[in-house]
């Protein structure tokens, strides 16, 4: 399985209620953003997971693949 | 109704009978009995004549020529298939459908249902109903009840439909596959939501297989954890080398060296179309040589080189003939010939299908196909490019075809897409009453919602069911008074004929919406209910009878009981449920509360009638019927049975959201905070209180309802109290576990109610009992009960679900500085705003946007 670490940056902080739905992600909020770490396993996942944010009418500004370091 | 809101009863006198709801019965319910239309359905027709069904979505699609078997990913099937969840998710073109298709057919018409979905599947009752369809191709006595019941109106789908099924599954032995296919096209959250409660308690017998282009929100992390979910994804699905092989040089009768083989593999990454395009340019050609260094030197996505290779290597009719037919979701030769206005579709399909273009065939007869998914988005996109003037004109050729042939949701797809919006909104304005009586007002609201809105204005029978619809689905006051003067444009004007739903006239309909959406004006309701009635055909007719409750209702919150007392015995006596159940069941419930006014204890017998003819009708989520468990909440409460009165209020609040209700919202309200005062939740009925002032403050004309407030709050500022403040607040997430804590559910169980880990819950826990200063779980429900922090008995379903805990959410809740405050995000519980919406299209690299995200802060 090829998964991979991504970050997916919305704006907005995100609080109580909103962590809970993303529970399976790590939650860190930067100024007037939110960003969601998550492994995901494919291409498939993160488009749901993407999906599922915008699902909420928040809206997406970054999206980052988060590659190992080499060697 | 000025005593509307007692003290504590007397000890009730006698136990009280439960209702039981009656079996569903056969009925064309419906707001006025309207008459269906008579559905001329030549073979050449897509649906079914008695139900509007596609019959070609319950079946897998028939397998194609040229084909591989691909035997070790079959067997990895297998494996999958014996959990309860199977996802087959991978983007376009990676060969998902045809894995099922191919397995179904090995699986030789054993125990498999099928749906082919489509977007217009985003409606739940549409949903479940091909769902329950396709379980009866395998057991045809299946869920007959639940397929009654999803036909009324406004159907509950997690307490009336999906129980039931449920248990019928349960009883039959054999396993049984149910595979939905493009499950990825569902978007509307109360689909997943009712699918996932289907999930969570289906039997064991039963397998789904979901095959998607990405991961569903369904819980899928939960069903991993559990082991009740097998997956095929991106990696399972790519093409081995040998595939590879098997495909270009078996199937496709290349004659290529391996290397070469190799390289494709390699350029495509195993991706099944970009093979497929591959060969399909392949064909015929001397240099492929030449071609494959092209192809692996060009850094254009794959799809996009190879899509456009193919088309260019189609003689010119040909071409035309896909580009042009792209437009259609389903190709028949009738329909083709139609829409491209020209001759011999038929013949040149089979064809097509046979040279392996990516024709899929939906039906054994070779009547209807359709395009594989990723060709027609490629097709559109270079027809928008090359020839957009036409996009028009074949989606109208298309729209008249389906027209014809009685293809209404088809016809009305087509003609907006080719924005010819003002027939759109005529045959919405015809046909809209045969789909809301089917239950698929969902349906009809997503197709309103493509219009713009002068079209909708500018069509009165339109504008008319946009008025109902939206009215019913949360359209503020204004927008509905909007569409409202659209229908009845001038005194004596245009249309003056009768409306698809048997109202009378346009000016009679306008006045009904206005007297059965009380918003928050009763007298306007009473003034527009006696309007329709003046305005009434001589012959009392359904919609007379629905004026008339209508004036019930309005008059009784006006605080004039009296005066509706007579009208309503009379409805409920002279009108069946059957023909006019809205009526029937607002004219119950007015009574119940005019005998409740009265002391009489009839008024239990009453209510519990109204919520039985409600579910019989399929109505028991309607927003018309909420006044029902109204009614029983409040004759409850004056029996003393708190503990069900609030349950019931709880149920009625939950249908009482939208704004057309808002004036019920306050009185239920009112009501609500006398039970809670009943039990000693003195804190509750405070808030609920405020809650209700709130409302009546700003609403224009409450009718009796303000003297009620009075009167509860004065009943509130009575009540001793007992808060006292913590040293540190719970958060509002232990609030809501802090609420779960006094009942029998474990801190799994917790976590499955509220959507998270069992580890988030016990985190949560400890945190609690270190707040509140305890050590167990008894002695924080002890403690929290003590500092008025929890009720004084056990918090039932309905507390998590009602209005007033997405509220107190909501409010603390944020997304602030720019984010976009929603509504109603509860723990587990979704809705849907419109949004841009992300579309998987083939493979790519992720997006990468600015750099501007920072850690910290």
């Known amino acids: 399985m090829r998964s991979h670490a991504y970050e997916i940056t919305f704006t907005g902080r995100a609080n109580g209620a909103l962590r809970a739905e993303f529970d399976d992600c790590e939650v860190t909020t930067g100024p007037g953003t939110t960003t969601l770490h998550a492994e995901l396993l494919d291409q498939a996942a993160l488009t749901g997971l993407m999906q599922r944010i915008s699902d909420l009418g928040l809206e997406i500004v970054n999206v980052r693949r988060i590659d190992p370091p080499p060697g | 109704m000025v005593s509307c809101i007692m003290g504590l009863p007397a000890q009730a006198a006698g136990p009280i009978g439960h209702g039981r709801p009656l079996p569903p019965i056969a009925r064309t319910a419906g707001m006025a009995a309207g008459t269906d239309e008579a559905h001329d359905c030549p073979a050449d027709a897509v649906c079914s004549p008695r139900h509007d069904l596609v019959l070609t979505k319950l079946r897998p699609p028939a397998p194609r020529a040229g084909l591989i078997r691909r035997d070790s990913l079959q067997a990895l099937l297998q494996v999958g298939l014996r959990s309860k969840l199977c996802l087959v998710g991978a983007p376009a073109g990676f060969g998902k459908t045809t894995l099922l298709t191919q397995w179904c057919a090995a699986a030789g018409g054993g125990r498999v249902a099928w749906v082919a979905l489509d977007d217009g599947d985003n409606d739940p009752t549409r949903f479940w109903t091909y769902v329950l369809e396709a379980l009866r191709t395998v057991e045809p006595s299946l869920g007959t009840a639940a397929l009654e019941a999803l036909r009324g109106p406004r159907t509950d789908l997690d307490r009336t439909v999906l129980p039931g099924l449920i248990n019928e599954l349960s009883v039959t032995n054999e396993p049984l596959v149910l595979v ?64 590879a092989a098997a495909l270009l040089n078996g199937s496709m009768g290349l004659r290529l060296a391996t290397d070469d083989v190799t390289r494709l593999a390699e350029r495509t990454e195993g991706w099944a179309a970009g093979l497929i395009l591959a060969g ?19 850094s254009r996505h794959v799809a996009d080189f190879l899509g456009t290779e193919v088309l260019a290597r189609q003689p010119e009719p040909i071409r035309a003939f896909l580009l042009r037919s792209s437009v259609l979701e389903r190709l028949s030769g009738s329909l083709c010939d139609a829409a491209l206005a020209t001759e011999g579709s038929a013949e040149l399909l089979a064809e097509l299908e046979r040279s392996n273009l990516f024709l899929v065939p939906l039906d054994d007869r070779r009547q209807w196909y359709r395009y594989h998914h990723l060709f027609a988005e490629l097709l559109r996109a270079e027809l928008a490019d090359r020839d957009p003037e036409l996009l028009p004109v074949l989606h109208q050729r298309a729209a008249a075809w389906h027209r014809r042939m009685g293809n209404t949701g088809d016809a009305i797809h087509h003609a907006s897409t080719a924005g010819d919006f003002a027939e759109a909104a005529a045959l919405i304005g015809r046909h809209w009453p045969t789909f809301w009586r089917r239950g698929q007002w969902a349906t009809v609201a997503r197709w309103l919602d493509r219009l713009p809105d002068e079209t909708i204005m500018a069509d009165p029978p339109a504008a008319y069911a946009a008025a109902w619809i939206r009215g019913c689905s949360g359209a503020s006051k204004a927008e509905t008074e909007g569409w409202l003067a659209a229908v009845e444009p001038a005194e004596g004007d245009g249309h003056a004929g009768s409306l698809p739903d048997g109202v009378s006239s346009l000016a009679f309909g306008a006045n009904l919406t206005r007297a059965t959406l009380l918003f928050d004006d009763v007298g306007r309701s009473v003034k527009a209910a006696c309007r329709a009635l003046e305005l009434a055909d001589p012959d009392p007719s359904p919609s007379y009878w629905m004026a008339q409750s209508a004036l019930g209702q309005a008059l009784y919150l006006s605080g004039e009981p009296v005066e509706a007392q007579p009208r309503l015995e009379e409805l409920v ?113 405070r808030g609920t209180v405020g809650r209700a002032h709130e409302l009546i403050e700003r609403s224009a004309d409450p009718g009796s309802l303000r003297a009620c407030l009075i009167q ?51 985190s949560h826990v400890q945190a609690i009992y270190r707040k509140l200063g305890v050590a167990s779980r008894a002695e924080a429900v002890a403690h929290a009960r003590q500092v008025g922090l929890l009720l004084g008995t056990p918090p039932t379903r309905s507390h998590l679900t009602s209005n007033e805990l997405d509220e107190y959410l909501i409010s603390r809740l944020g997304v602030d500085s720019g984010g976009t405050r929603r509504r109603g995000v509860v723990l587990g519980r979704r809705e849907k705003r419109p949004t841009t919406g992300l579309g998987a299209n083939g493979r790519g690299e992720a997006v990468n946007g600015s750099d501007d995200w920072r850690p910290g802060g």
């Open chain 2, 280 to 298: 399909l340019s392949l064909r015929g050609r001397a240099d492929t040589q030449r071609f494959i260094a092209a192809f692996r030197g060009d």
């Open chain 2, 712 to 762: 509860s709050e004065r009943l509130v500022a009575s009540a001793p109290r007992r808060r006292v403040e913590l040293a540190t607040p719970l958060t509002e997430r232990e609030l809501v576990i802090l609420r779960l804590l006094p009942t029998r559910l474990s801190s799994r169980e917790i976590g499955r109610e509220l959507y998270v880990s069992v580890t988030t819950v016990r």
């Open chain 2, 180 to 243: 939905l296919d493009d499950y990825h096209l569902v978007t509307d959250p109360s689909c997943h939501r009712s699918l996932a409660f289907f999930l969570d308690h289906a039997p064991a017998g039963l397998h789904v297989v979901l095959s998607t282009r990405a991961d569903p929100p369904l819980p899928l992390a939960r069903m991993r954890a559990r082991g009740e979910l097998g997956e095929i994804r991106i990696a399972e699905l790519e093409f081995t080398g040998e595939e």
């Open chain 2, 573 to 685: 006596v002279r009108v069946s449920a059957a023909e006019q159940p809205y009526a029937v069941v607002l004219g119950q419930a007015v009574l119940s509360l005019v005998a409740g006014d009265r002391e009489d204890d009839r008024d239990v017998a009453l209510a519990r009638r109204a919520a039985v003819t409600a579910e019989a009708q399929g109505l028991s989520a309607s927003p018309l019927c909420a006044i029902a468990y109204l009614a029983v909440g409040r004759a409850l409460t004056r029996q003393g049975e708190l503990a069900e009165a609030e349950e019931q209020l709880g149920r009625a609040l939950e249908l009482l959201e939208i704004d057309s209700m808002l004036v019920l919202r306050a009185f239920a309200l009112l009501l609500l905070a006398s039970v809670r005062q009943g039990r000693g939740d003195h804190v509750g009925a």
